[in-house]
């Protein structure tokens, strides 16, 4: 499960000569803890795939993203008391490009949704949603209302949702936590089903909606459909 | 005492009865429909800049707070609430019918620039068309949306479509030769100087900016329609948290108290609104850290020193806060009649962590100062940039912080009282420098006041006796206001005015319920401070004014 150790290292009781012979004359800063781990040999024998799921799940970085009222709590999480930088994942990437993980702090409305999408679709792989709050889960309180849309889900796949509205910093500090055991030991989501997709506006079925709206729209203009009444 | 009205108030705004309004419109006059807060006169749709200009050149009524929009089962309706930034307490209520079938009314943009957007925002949500508008397309939804989702057809399950468009640049038309080089530039949605969902569209000459154009309505999350489904009671009170979300919940809850209060003639108890006066100002402190904080990253451009100052402030603020209403950032704390639940146990306790964070405010009001508003670089960042002179800041609608970064003395707290504030000593902040500097230096003098009032507030509650802590009124268990009665009640929020707009229809649920923003009408004066900058000096002028696109869009 995904509270197991990321890898097992070595007992650490081994003590060689060479481990003795590296440490002549050395300053205690050599005698760590990891040294320790190793043992003998400065080596450690490992899957390639299991290392980089360690890599990833021990420095992840943030998408530096805000939306609504989740945000404010998002901001704080990264701030003095909460500080997300020690659990090595709080690194706010101003730039999608820069960032492989993406938390939704907010409501996505249908304006929004296709400009989120082309941010995460920036994103380079791997890459892993963090779904914040409410809103991002299903709506939340204005899951009622004409524009929005029912939960980030219906538009980018989802690895971790935390609940509240807002969650409070902890939540969050919990969610990524949680979020980055289960990279480090190779379990994100596999990706989810996404009823709406961009598209181009002549891929569309040709219905009332889209004969209304063909001499508005470019033929090769990206659109997002959303279909109000099927959503959950 | 502080509460005393400048002399300029005396000067400038003279009161005039209803009937003395009616003979100065005259014949524009059709009708009386009055309103509770204001008298209101019936108008044909097509006297709208006439019967306006009267009343803002003649009357003094120079402040266009808000245009409600609604539809009848047998007309449209555009309300335009007037009042003056010398006296908010003088209302007056424009309703203009438009034909049921062919909704168009005359637009008021050539007398009051701010009705550009609350036109826009009428036509894109009701669908009342306005003659003359310069710019009528949607503002909130996409462009191609289908129908007028708060109209009586509007069908919510249909299916619409959002376009993901190249955005094309606006002057292209202006500069035909090949030789021009204006480059478009889009900030936003996703940007994070933009505090939010907020899209700017750029045009530059180089390195300045020769238009802006602000493009909202990612965050347009249906707010009205959500309170016009919820009962008055209880089923409303959640949402206004959600408008200005940045912990300004208190001051929010305030605007739909006092709406409703009124309009369902409700007394509160003295004891809650001291309670609820303590609480809102504690909001408002935590609201400006958070401004501070947002508008040093965007002048210093990382998560750096000023950012983490502020949000420890901040933290402390929320945490009393947490304390009072059980909640840390969506309070919902307020009950139409009081307030929820009385101070926490052990009072004494609160009281003395309320002291302590009042103790320690002034010394890092002193570091914020050593900090930034000292700091040349700063300062040469903030001040003379992004001018917002006064007559553009109030034909704009501006108010709050930044209407008081550019001298305007308006605070509805001290000209329109509610709550507690009037028995209480502080002082209106307003600066007339009316740049960036300026709107900063007004947010952090006024959370010394509000620290002022919170002390104020904290003496009175220890001392209050313990048979007389009366937290609410008798409300009746359903709310039930006559049909037809309209009022609209403004108070002052974090970022300025937020008044509420209710019709009843005798159901136990509002027949329109219409959110003033005061960001709405702020972000509004963004062209008018960037044009002709340089991009960094819209990034800081974006950053004074503290926009909270969750009001902004609602």
Not at chain 1, 65 to 92: N, Q
Not at chain 2, 355 to 367: A, G
Not at chain 2, 387 to 415: E, H, M, Q
Request: charged letters at 30%; hydrophobic letters at 35%; one cysteine or more.
């Amino acid at each position: 499960m995904s509270s197991d150790q990321p890898f097992i290292t070595d007992d650490s009781q081994v003590v060689t000569e060479t481990r003795d012979a590296r440490m002549t004359g050395q300053g205690d800063r050599f005698n760590s803890r990891l040294r320790e781990a190793f043992g003998s040999s400065p080596f450690i024998l490992t899957k390639f795939d299991k290392f980089l799921n360690w890599c990833r799940g021990s420095s992840m970085f943030m998408l530096q993203f805000g939306i609504a009222c989740c945000s404010i709590e998002m901001m704080h999480t990264y701030a003095v008391k909460h500080d997300l930088d020690r659990f090595g994942s709080g690194v706010p990437r101003a730039s999608p490009r820069q960032a492989d993980v993406m938390i939704v702090p907010g409501t996505i409305v249908s304006k929004f949704a296709p400009r989120m999408k082309r941010v995460y679709d920036q994103m380079p792989e791997p890459k892993f949603v963090v779904g914040m709050g409410s809103c991002t889960i299903s709506g939340g309180p204005f899951q009622e209302g004409y524009n929005v849309i029912k939960g980030a889900e219906e538009v980018i796949p989802i690895d971790i949702h935390v609940p509240g509205c807002p969650p409070r910093p902890e939540a969050l500090v919990y969610g990524v936590v949680k979020l980055q055991e289960r990279v480090a030991n190779g379990e994100a989501s596999p990706v989810t089903v996404k009823p709406y997709e961009l598209e181009e506006f002549s891929d569309l079925e040709r219905d009332e909606l889209v004969d209304k709206l063909a001499d508005q729209i470019d033929d090769d203009e990206l659109v997002m459909r959303y279909n109000f009444a099927d959503s959950p | 005492m502080s509460l005393e009205r400048p002399d300029t108030v005396d000067d400038g705004a003279v009161e005039q009865t209803p009937d003395e309004l009616e003979a100065l419109l005259g014949d524009l006059v059709v009708d009386r429909d009055d309103h509770l807060n204001a008298p209101g006169f019936v108008i044909r749709p097509d006297t709208v800049q006439e019967t306006l200009r009267t009343l803002k050149e003649q009357a003094g009524y120079d402040h266009l707070s808000v245009v409600s929009a609604q539809e009848y089962e047998n007309r449209y309706e555009s309300i335009y609430h007037l009042k003056k930034y010398d006296d908010p307490t003088q209302e007056v209520s424009i309703v203009v019918p438009a034909d049921k079938d062919d909704p168009v009314s005359e637009s008021a943009e050539p007398v009051f620039r701010t009705a550009d957007w609350h036109e826009r925002e009428a036509y894109d949500l009701i669908g009342i068309e306005y003659d003359d508008h310069p710019d009528l397309r949607r503002i909130l939804l996409p462009e191609t949306w289908q129908g007028h989702p708060l109209s009586m057809d509007y069908d919510k399950d249909r299916p619409q479509i959002a376009t993901l468009p190249e955005h094309a640049n606006p002057l292209e038309d202006h500069h035909k030769d090949a030789e021009s080089d204006t480059m478009f530039l889009n900030i936003g949605p996703h940007h994070p100087a933009t505090h939010g969902v907020l899209h700017l569209k750029t045009v530059l000459d180089g390195e300045q900016v020769v238009d802006v154009e602000p493009d909202i309505g990612y965050l347009h999350r249906s707010e009205e329609q959500m309170a016009q489904s919820g009962t008055y009671r209880h089923q409303i009170m959640p949402y206004p948290d959600r408008w200005d979300y940045i912990s300004a919940g208190l001051l929010n809850e305030w605007a739909y108290a006092r709406a409703a209060e009124d309009l369902a003639d409700i007394e509160v108890p003295e004891y809650a609104q001291v309670i609820r006066t303590m609480g809102a100002e504690m909001c408002r402190i935590a609201a400006h850290m958070l401004a501070l904080a947002t508008f040093a990253l965007d002048i210093n451009g990382d998560f750096t020193a000023t950012f983490m100052y502020a949000i420890n402030d901040r933290e402390r603020v929320q945490n009393l806060l947490e304390d009072l209403t059980g909640q840390r950032l969506m309070f919902n704390y307020f009950r139409l009649g009081g307030v929820v639940w009385d101070l926490p146990e052990p009072r004494e306790e609160f009281f003395s962590d309320t002291r302590d964070f009042l103790d320690q405010l002034p010394e890092s009001i002193e570091e914020y100062h050593n900090l930034i508003t000292s700091n040349e670089v700063f300062q040469m960042r903030t001040i003379d940039t992004g001018i917002l002179p006064p007559d553009v800041a109030k034909n704009y609608g501006a108010t709050g912080p930044v209407a008081r970064g550019s001298g305007v003395d308006y605070d509805l707290r001290r000209d329109d009282p509610y709550g507690y504030y009037d028995e209480l000593d502080w002082d209106v902040v307003t600066e007339d420098g009316c740049d960036n500097f300026s709107r900063l230096l007004v947010r952090m003098r006024e959370v010394e006041e509000s620290a002022k009032i919170i002390e104020q507030c904290v003496d009175l509650l220890e001392d209050w006796p313990e048979d007389e802590r009366n937290i609410q009124a008798n409300v009746p268990r359903t709310l039930r206001p006559d049909d037809d009665t309209e009022i609209y009640r403004a108070v002052e929020g974090a970022k300025g005015e937020l008044g509420i707009y209710i019709r009843a229809d005798g159901t136990d649920k509002p027949a329109r319920f219409k959110i003033r923003s005061p960001c709405f009408s702020n972000l509004q004066t963004l062209p008018e401070m960037a044009n002709g900058e340089y991009i960094p000096d819209v990034i800081a002028a974006l950053g004074s004014l503290d926009v909270v696109l969750g009001e902004v869009d609602r």
